[in-house]
Structure formats: structure tokens, C-alpha cells
């Protein structure tokens, strides 16, 4: 039983290095992108046959709080009217169809041409919306927002013109976070998705590795999603999965790190747990579709067949960090009983390394946004611990996300609920849409606190504190999601 636990305990901490070591190599590809220099296209205003027909999809699903300022956002971008459609894609169920149907009256009015879709049934969900929308589309390239993003009146200028390279089938735009600081879970989902959005993008994009349309905050070539196959329902992240059927057909993709498109974040955890669980179910359900037809492909490098595989199995890292968490603590037993295996704890004592290279890497983003400096460091000490607490107490979510698209469960798209917050004063409370339900896996990490705690004492018990700082973010972690997932329900 012991051989077992320990070979199992170290093929996990072998993948996570792995994966570390991905990483790694996209913080040296990023580093060496910040030395080009910067040769963004434009459009000549006085040349109007140089200027495309554009469609906006805004696809949307019950979003009373959000839509009145989605649409007036949208209204006031900047490019030729005659050249611009707006299409609301709208699935909704509940009275926000009717308010939103008003608002684009009003807008129509103003010379806009906005046009409000509505499907007879939800068929692919949001793939399907924008599917239903394409076939009616006038523009020759489909930007995508949101029901929560907020771009710049330049955003279309700014992004329209990388298509002038005819190899380009998409220009993808980061996120940015218009109520990061409303709370320590805004701030841990900001921490995160900056690392992706930084460091991950341009590094993937800079050495032509395969990258991935968001969902939104960004533009298509509508003969891209054409020739790729259309968009398609059966993974719960259609963007992932005709991104990566796109660069299969050899279309470009292009990543605009210096163009932010400000979004909301969810504020109540019930609302990131269902984002996160789309998220990587659908990646897990991606790499069954497509990783093992990628790697057949003999015209993809196999540096990029590297990072695709950690790129499609990002989600799936949850998994092997709770099994890691798991067996750490008969690990730490083990150590203490058997004097026969202390040469291995030696060895093995090497992935911490695995740490040390996710703090080098998620620091680089971090001063990339806010700045070098002391205080800024001390800032960052706190949130990297901070993040990687709370992220292991999401471990237990995310890893039956994971399960369920290897083992190709099927489930609905549960959209994320929008809460129109931009400010400490701004309460989600009564917000229609927050699920008042406790899921079995909270109940789960509250045995699991209880077990990190038992950990925990076990550390004084047998005098061993190898493990004591990852015991305590494990404790501090399910304590956390445990404690913020019930008291959101009061």
C-alpha cells in the first residue's frame, strides 16, 4: 500500500513539474516579445473601399441587470455606420427580453442598425445563438462581446485592421476587470485570468503555438469560422473548440495584449463556481475531441503538440493537485514510519522547484500591471499565496468539471450571472439569477478542511513541518470556498 501511494503521490508531482516547465518556456517567449517593436495597421478614412462591413453578436441569456449597459456601450462605437450590424442574439427566458427589446427600439430610432434575434428554442445553447446569427451576419468579420464587456469606442479600429494579413482568422483582445478590488474573490479571479491573458497568450502567440478565442473580446473572419466547420454545441466551450479546429486549417490567430476590453467579474463564489466548472469540464471535453487528431497532424510542431497538451489539460491540473493534497498527508505518515524511504522524500523534495517556477512566472505578470517596487512585491507575496490557497479549495469543483468531460457526461451551459457592480457600494443581493443551492461538493470541502486541520496536527504530533505551509493553504483554501459558499446562500 505504500509503494502504491508513493508512486502515484510522485507521477502527480512529475506532471505538475511538467507542466511548470511549460510554463516556464511561455514567460521566456513572453520576454521575447516585449522587444518587438510595435507595427499596429491602421485604416485610411479617406479610402472608404479599405474599411469592411462588420457584425456584432452580442449574445445574451436572461441578463436584466447588464443589458441596458451592454447596448449603450456598444452603440457608441466608433466606425462607419453604413459599415456596421449589430446583432442581439437573445435566448432569453425572462422579462429582459422584453426591456431589451425597448432599448433597441430607441437605438434603431438613432440610425443604428441593431436587430434583436430570438430563437425558438436553445438549441447549442450559445454556440447555437451565434450559428443562427452567422447565417444572417452582413459583415465580413463577427466581433463577439458579452453580455458584461464594456469596449473602448476604438476597439473596432484598433482590431478590424490586423486582417489586412489575409492569413488571419482572429484578433483576440485581453480582458480587463472593471471591479477587480470588490472583494478577495474578485481579486484571486483578476490574479488569474491576468497570468492567462499576459502571459500565456503572448507567449503561446508569439511562437505560432495553437491559442484560443475567449468567448468574447474578440473578432472573427467570418470565413474562418466557415471553413473550420461552424460553431458547434457539444463542448461547453465552443470558443476553445473552434479555435483550435481553426488553426488546424492553418488560419492565423492574433493576440492583442496592449487592447483591453474591461468586463465584469462574478461577485458571489455560486457564480464562479459555474463559470469555472464550464470552463473545465469544456476544456477536458476538448481534448478528447481534438488533442489526438492535433497529434497526428504531421504538419504541427511538436513544440506546439507540447504546449496544446498542457494548453487542453490546463483544467485538468486541479485534478492531480487535490490527489497530490490527498495523499500528502499518509505521505508525511509514511516518511515517519519507514526509515527505508528517506532517500526518496530527498528526491522528491525536487518538484518544490515546481513552486518556486509559478512564483517567478505569475510575478512577471503581476508587475506588468501593477508595477515593480517593494510594496508591490509584499502585494504580490500575499495574493500568490492568497490565489493558490483559494484555488486548491476549488480543486474539489473543478476536478469532478474535469471528470465529467474526460468521461463525456454531457450537461447544459449554465451561463454566469451578471451583476451590473462596479463598486464597493453596489450589493448582489437579490440578484434573481444567484443559485440558492448547497452542491454536494461543498459539502466535501468542508471534510476536507477538517482533514487538512487533522494535518495540521499531525505536523506537531510527529515533528515534521516539511508540509506545514502547503497544509495550511489547504486548510485556509477549503475553509474559504466551505464558509463563502454557504454564507452566500443566507
Known amino acids: 500500500m505504500d509503494i502504491a501511494i508513493i508512486i502515484t503521490y510522485t507521477i502527480a508531482l512529475l506532471i505538475i513539474f511538467m507542466y511548470s516547465l511549460a510554463q516556464l518556456n511561455l514567460l521566456f ?87 434583436h434575434i430570438c430563437r425558438e428554442d436553445r438549441t447549442g445553447f450559445k454556440a447555437g445563438a451565434l450559428k443562427e446569427g452567422l447565417k444572417i451576419a452582413k459583415g465580413e468579420f463577427i466581433a463577439i462581446f458579452d453580455a458584461d464587456f464594456l469596449p473602448g469606442k476604438k476597439w473596432l479600429l484598433q482590431t478590424i485592421p490586423y486582417f489586412k494579413d489575409q492569413n488571419i482568422g482572429v484578433v483576440q483582445t485581453r480582458w480587463g476587470h472593471i471591479n477587480r478590488d470588490y472583494s478577495m474573490l474578485t481579486k484571486i479571479q483578476a490574479f488569474a485570468l491576468d497570468f492567462h491573458f499576459t502571459m500565456e497568450q503572448v507567449g503561446r502567440n508569439y511562437k505560432n503555438h495553437f491559442i484560443n478565442f475567449n468567448g468574447t473580446a474578440g473578432v472573427w473572419r467570418k470565413t474562418c469560422i466557415e471553413d473550420a466547420g461552424n460553431w458547434q454545441g457539444d463542448t461547453l466551450t465552443e470558443d476553445l473548440d473552434l479555435s483550435y479546429r481553426a488553426q488546424l486549417k ?58 496544446s497538451f498542457f494548453h487542453l489539460l490546463n483544467s485538468s491540473m486541479f485534478l492531480l493537485v487535490l490527489l497530490v493534497a490527498i495523499l500528502s498527508v499518509p505521505v ?25 517556477i509559478f512564483f517567478f512566472c505569475y510575478w512577471h505578470t503581476f508587475k506588468k500591471i501593477h508595477g515593480k517596487g517593494f510594496w508591490n512585491f509584499m502585494e504580490y507575496i500575499k495574493m500568490f499565496f492568497t490565489f493558490f490557497s483559494i484555488a486548491m479549495g476549488f480543486s474539489v469543483h473543478n476536478s469532478m468539471a474535469v471528470l465529467e468531460g474526460h468521461f463525456g457526461k454531457k450537461s447544459e451551459f449554465v451561463r454566469t450571472p451578471k451583476f451590473n457592480i462596479n463598486t464597493l457600494k453596489d450589493s448582489w443581493k437579490g440578484n ?40 495550511i493553504m489547504l486548510f485556509l483554501g477549503f475553509g474559504f470556498v466551505f464558509f463563502k459558499s454557504v454564507t452566500s446562500k443566507l
Request: aromatic letters at 14%; hydrophobic letters at 40%; zero cysteines.
Open 29 to 115: 517567449n513572453y520576454l521575447k516579445s516585449r522587444k518587438q517593436s510595435d507595427n499596429s495597421p491602421t485604416f485610411d478614412f479617406s479610402k472608404d473601399k479599405e474599411i469592411p462591413n462588420v457584425t456584432v453578436q452580442l449574445p445574451v441569456f436572461n441578463e436584466l441587470y447588464v443589458m441596458d449597459r451592454l447596448l449603450d456601450n456598444i452603440a457608441e462605437l466608433d466606425y462607419p455606420k453604413d459599415k456596421l450590424e449589430i446583432q442581439v442574439l437573445d435566448d432569453s427566458t425572462d422579462e429582459s427580453v422584453v426591456t431589451t427589446a425597448n432599448r433597441i427600439k430607441k437605438l434603431q430610432e438613432t440610425g443604428l442598425d441593431i436587430k
Open 332 to 356: 508525511m505518515y509514511i516518511k515517519n514510519n519507514n526509515p527505508l524511504f528517506s532517500w526518496y522524500f530527498n528526491v522528491i523534495a525536487f518538484f518544490a522547484l515546481s513552486t518556486v
Open 250 to 307: 492553418k488560419w492565423k490567430f492574433k493576440y492583442l495584449e496592449e487592447v483591453e476590453t474591461p468586463a465584469e467579474l462574478p461577485v458571489v463564489i455560486s457564480a464562479a463556481r459555474s463559470q469555472q466548472f464550464r470552463w473545465n469540464k469544456g476544456a477536458a471535453e476538448n481534448f478528447q475531441k481534438l488533442y489526438w487528431k492535433m497529434l497526428k497532424d504531421k504538419t504541427v510542431p511538436l513544440k506546439t503538440k507540447f504546449h
Open 432 to 471: 434573481k439569477y444567484v443559485s440558492k443551492n448547497i452542491s454536494g461538493n461543498t459539502i466535501i470541502e468542508a471534510l476536507l478542511m477538517g482533514y487538512f486541520g487533522f494535518a495540521l496536527y499531525s505536523a506537531f504530533e510527529l515533528q515534521d513541518f516539511g508540509l506545514f505551509l502547503f497544509h
